[in-house]
């Protein structure tokens, strides 16, 4: 069974395990030899393979105990942007930046412990087994991973094509079957785009329901954390496990903890086992579906929706007549708040120095212009410049009364309908060094993701198949606040019914 460990999602290692047919440790010495063997992607930042198999003995004693969670003893990869604690990983924290390259973090991002060992005073953890730091766009900055300044991590569908960004590394590892399950944050779409583009599932919660304290900020009104996986129910187990109120972060939601699995398998009224998705309404927006959109992604699109048609769901046109909107105003907002987050990057307390200096206004500019890559930079100036005197209340104050704006449209298509479809991207992966010389291309490439996240609202990508290039195409879901149980149950279904999301890449 060794052989085929990597073929199995979180779920399906945790039954093994249970079972007794597989340690935690045969399975972390599995998936580290593969990855090493895959080092040409260039999706891990760093590993602690020692560390690693320390943590899979100990999992495999827990279970030993009787003491096993339903994640307990799956590994699990972080994407950079999250802190670790150096003395108890050795793992460094980056952020994909040479601002932070060699950052040795005092503790846990909450995410790393509640998925990990836990934190001391606030009882045990999920128990995963951490594998190492996968590789991010600089700051969470990019759709294309290009913009590490560790290096481009490539899809593994295509080396000569972006696995997309931000957490491009962390899709990537999943889509390469050298992780089964991997975490990654969403601020204008950086799971659900990747996810899209590598072919894996990924889930967006509402804002607040992950904690974002130890996420390193880019624009801390859109950060959220999340999963990325090979299927709903992986994402299900895994958001169970990261999600809940925390004290530390005050945008965190004030909820009860969530078991999504169990959401998840919940049967709506009027289901039967051929239909289970009965009575569920989709909106499908027409601004979702413009003459622009690459014919293979609505093809594949079209023919996952038929499929969920098909197990019962009704499709309702719908409209969301803000969406060309939500490009310029995300492209306010979230360099403003960017601006001010890392304004912190000063070379005095942490992080890089520029080694010659002439004074303390010098040794700012030259730290700052040595320490940050160029999409950082651009976005730090678009920040300030809006923010700036004279300049606030006709841009940041406008894109924030749009935002609103935004938010009402999805509000009155959830008086018709549960759930809102379409694409995640407006074409399959595109190829390497394509579009860096036209950032403005890249950022509408984020057409079809930035609503939901700047309404705050839960989506999520699971694949529907090949486009061009027999390069992966995803089907985005939208939800109402806190509808997490919706989304999971209707990707459950839809992923019960087809095999789109067991595809892997050639040769892996």
């Avoid at 009155?412 to 390497?432: E, N």
Wanted: aromatic letters at 8%; a neutral charge; proline letters at 6%.
């Amino acid at each position: 069974m060794n052989s085929d460990l990597h073929t199995l999602g979180a779920a399906g290692l945790a039954r093994a395990m249970a079972a007794g047919r597989v340690s935690s440790v045969e399975i972390t010495q599995a998936l580290l030899a593969r990855i090493r063997a895959h080092e040409e992607l260039g999706v891990f930042l760093a590993l602690q393979p020692e560390r690693a198999l320390a943590e899979a003995a100990q999992a495999d004693a827990a279970r030993a105990r009787g003491q096993a969670g339903p994640l307990t003893g799956v590994p699990v990869a972080h994407k950079d942007i999250f802190v670790t604690d150096f003395a108890r990983t050795g793992l460094p924290s980056t952020a994909g930046s040479k601002m932070l390259a060699g950052y040795a973090s005092p503790f846990d991002a909450t995410v790393v412990a509640r998925l990990g060992p836990g934190e001391a005073g606030r009882g045990p953890g999920a128990g995963m087994v951490t594998l190492g730091k996968l590789n991010c766009d600089e700051f969470a900055m990019g759709s294309s991973n290009e913009n590490s300044a560790f290096g481009p991590v490539r899809n593994p569908w295509d080396r000569q094509r972006v696995p997309g960004g931000s957490s491009g590394g962390s899709a990537a590892a999943v889509a390469a079957r050298l992780v089964p399950a991997a975490t990654g944050t969403d601020t204008g779409g950086s799971i659900r785009q990747p996810a899209s583009l590598c072919g894996v599932t990924g889930i967006k919660p509402t804002y607040g329901v992950c904690s974002r304290y130890g996420m390193v900020a880019f624009a801390s009104s859109l950060d959220q954390a999340g999963p990325l996986a090979r299927s709903a129910e992986d994402c299900a187990l895994l958001l169970s496990a990261m999600s809940g109120f925390d004290e530390r972060d005050a945008t965190s939601a004030q909820r009860p903890a969530q078991d999504y699995a169990r959401l998840m398998q919940q049967a709506r009224e009027g289901a039967s086992a051929a239909r289970p998705l009965a009575g569920l309404r989709i909106g499908l927006p027409r601004e979702f579906f413009p003459a622009a959109l690459a014919g293979d992604v609505d093809g594949a699109v079209r023919a996952a929706l038929a499929e969920l048609e098909g197990l019962g769901a009704t499709l309702l046109d719908v409209s969301l007549p803000r969406t060309e909107l939500s490009i310029p105003v995300y492209y306010i907002i979230a360099p403003a708040e960017a601006s001010s987050n890392l304004s912190r990057f000063d070379g005095v307390k942490f992080g890089h120095r520029a080694a010659r200096y002439a004074d303390l206004e010098d040794m700012y500019k030259k730290t700052r212009a040595e320490g940050f890559g160029p999409e950082v930079q651009r976005r730090i100036m678009i920040g300030t410049y809006v923010l700036s005197h004279g300049y606030y209340d006709a841009y940041y104050l406008q894109a924030q009364k749009l935002r609103r704006m935004i938010a009402d449209d999805f509000q009155a298509c959830f008086k018709s309908c549960d759930l809102i479809a379409g694409p995640v991207a407006p074409t399959v992966a595109w190829k390497m060094g394509e579009q860096g010389d036209d950032p403005v291309k890249a950022y509408l490439a984020d057409i079809f993701t930035l609503p939901a996240s700047l309404a705050g609202l839960p989506g999520m990508s699971l694949p529907a198949g090949l486009g061009a290039h027999d390069m992966p195409v995803g089907l985005q879901l939208i939800g109402n606040y806190f509808d997490e149980g919706t989304l999971l149950h209707a990707a459950h279904a839809l992923q019960q019914a087809t095999d789109f999301h067991t595809r892997a890449p050639a040769g892996f």
